[in-house]
């Protein structure tokens, strides 16, 4: 079976929103409110349990001498945000249940009918993606399709995207033709191209990858995302140490005690 | 809302002052800043690497409810509850020391997945827990630590009761003494285990504190665990004025520690509302009962069991203030889109 991922390169994107749609109606996806936000286009601010793709729009200084941009107007750019699909997946790891579980097509996927609520994965994930649905308590995100990779068919969001913002394919594949694309828009000149796939942090890389113009703070991705488990091992020892030291400290006291009665 | 006003109106020296105020605040600010023509946020904000994605939170705030925190204060004490009755029996101590310490670790029993339950939404979902057994995740192992207390506790509780209504006999001694070694075993990581489950997750006020979490609660679970036992007026107890004596200076150590560590991460325990509940749940933990327990303890004097009971009081309710600040300070922090950026906030 092939591992797949996501690229999704923003300097393609239109913010058309197709990926919102075709996610919301291939998946049954309920819609989650409209209102104005206020930031540029986006007025559904981030990923969530209804918002499986959510697509940013994002309004940054001018970058003069690209795209055709007047000195004076802000440069626009568009992005699709989704799961990562982490390597080293927090929510994966965090899981009570086993209803998270990594898939043959290397996506993280959780089984709507095992999770029971627990609401771990929510603080677990170093993206902010997984979230409660507050009407029935489970946690929902994208499910990277896995009904239709099954069947050996694009993710909804993939097809419908009319510009092939959001590509998808083989990983290693997929990581080819990412540099290629940088190594190219750079030779034109766009110069603040970044490839970004968290690879250098203790998630280990991500099956959804991104090309970003300027910062991938300004996309709110982090520069160094922590998979949760790096808290682990100081966290049990203190753990260990507190109960040494409540188990100790009570047999101390109680042998210390004087008054005892009985045997 | 009033209704609009359709008669004529007369221009006069005030309108027309008014109108050139407008005029003139668009031609030199650009914007007009008056109720009602801004839109949220206007003028229009920009995404970048200072201000992120227009300062929307990166992270999700935990989704849990406020079932939570009273089972972080519930099960700290339990646990907490559950040793200082095994190590009391075993080394001898007053039995009704003993026996009260067994009835607080088996409310706890009851009390703890019956609250996970509400949060969770229906018992089948509990059970759902123990599907599996997940070493690397702390909800997990809390579960079957749970489970495991949950049954030693009763179970001693249970033989408690037995014994003392129809008399000691072999098989309630048998339940009694397994009952508590178990919830001896259960009840030592039971009593920190939540330091780990909020500790090891990517909020960044709770993990920046990975390594004191556990420790903090545990001693937080005694300290409560302690006053309850007094409040039940075992306030002749040597042992437990020692106890209770160290797990509020423990606490005082863990307060100075947070207010003097400087790290932009801890900001929520510090400032805002979340800073003053935990600040407030820091000083009936630590300094108030060390105060009073130490007084009571140099002057020996003739009020030292209110001086103690007060002291109880203030460490219970410090307990469970503490658990509830650190949640709130964790919903404080995934607000924070700084941190998980990189970008150190001024305070």
């Known amino acids: ?263 | 809302m009033s209704e609009p006003n359709l008669a004529p109106r007369i221009p006069d020296a005030l309108s027309e002052r008014r109108l050139i105020e407008l005029r003139r605040e668009a031609e030199t600010k650009g914007t007009i800043n008056t109720k009602g023509v801004r839109p949220g946020g206007a003028p229009f904000p920009m995404a970048s690497p200072e201000t992120g994605y227009y300062g929307i939170p990166l992270l999700k705030e935990p989704a849990w409810t406020w079932e939570i925190p009273l089972y972080f204060f519930v099960g700290g004490a339990a646990g907490a509850a559950a040793v200082v009755g095994a190590i009391a029996d075993y080394t001898g101590a007053d039995r009704k020391l003993v026996r009260d310490a067994r009835w607080i670790a088996a409310a706890g029993s009851v009390l703890s997945p019956a609250l996970l339950i509400a949060d969770l939404g229906r018992p089948s979902r509990f059970l759902k827990m123990l599907r599996v057994f997940k070493p690397q995740s702390p909800m997990s192992v809390g579960a079957w630590t749970l489970v495991g207390f949950s049954a030693g506790a009763s179970a001693t509780a249970f033989a408690q009761f037995l014994g003392d209504r129809y008399g000691s006999s072999f098989p309630v001694r048998v339940m009694e003494r397994a009952g508590q070694a178990a919830s001896l075993a259960f009840g030592l990581p039971f009593s920190n285990y939540t330091g780990v489950l909020i500790g090891a997750t990517a909020i960044p006020a709770w993990n920046a504190n990975a390594g004191d979490l556990p420790m903090h609660f545990g001693m937080s679970g005694l300290s409560a665990a302690v006053g309850m036992l007094e409040l039940m007026g075992n306030r002749r107890s040597r042992a437990l004025e020692m106890l209770g004596i160290g797990a509020a200076l423990f606490e005082c150590w863990e307060g100075l520690r947070i207010e003097t560590r400087r790290q932009s991460g801890l900001d929520p325990l510090k400032y805002g509302p979340s800073g003053t509940l935990t600040r407030a749940g820091g000083v009936l933990s630590g300094p108030v009962p060390a105060a009073l327990r130490l007084i009571s303890l140099f002057t020996g004097a003739r009020n030292s069991s209110s001086l103690r009971k007060t002291a109880a009081a203030s460490a219970i309710a410090g307990s469970l203030l503490t658990r509830i600040a650190w949640i709130y300070a964790g919903h404080v922090s995934a607000r924070d889109w700084r941190i998980p950026l990189g970008i150190s906030s001024q305070t």
């Open chain 1, 1 to 263: 079976m092939a591992i797949t991922a996501f690229l999704t390169d923003s300097t393609l994107c239109i913010g058309c929103k197709a990926c919102e749609v075709a996610c919301k109606e291939w998946n049954n996806v309920g819609e989650d409110g409209l209102e104005w936000s206020g930031f540029s286009y986006d007025n559904t601010g981030a990923v969530g349990a209804s918002t499986w793709r959510h697509v940013k729009f994002v309004e940054q200084t001018p970058e003069p001498g690209f795209g055709g941009n007047a000195p004076e107007l802000n440069s626009w750019s568009f992005s699709s945000d989704v799961c990562k699909h982490c390597e080293n997946a927090g929510c994966l790891e965090a899981c009570p249940t086993g209803a998270i579980v990594r898939t043959e097509f290397g996506g993280v996927f959780i089984q709507p009918d095992i999770c029971n609520g627990c609401g771990y994965c929510v603080v677990s994930c170093p993206f902010g993606v997984v979230e409660r649905n507050p009407d029935d308590g489970r946690a929902f995100k994208c499910t990277f399709c896995y009904d239709r990779q099954k069947v050996g068919l694009k993710p909804a969001c993939a097809k419908a995207c009319p510009t092939e913002s959001i590509k998808f394919g083989e990983i290693e594949q997929l990581r080819g033709e990412a540099e290629k694309r940088v190594a190219s828009l750079v030779g034109r000149g766009m110069k603040d191209v970044q490839f970004y796939d968290a690879s250098d942090s203790s998630v280990g890389g991500t099956h959804a990858m991104f090309i970003v113009r300027g910062d991938p703070r300004s996309y709110n991705l982090p520069p160094k995302p922590q998979v949760p488990t790096v808290y682990m091992k100081k966290a049990w020892r203190s753990s260990a140490l507190g109960a040494l030291l409540l188990l100790g400290g009570t047999i101390a006291a109680f042998l210390a005690d004087g008054n005892r009665n009985g045997r």
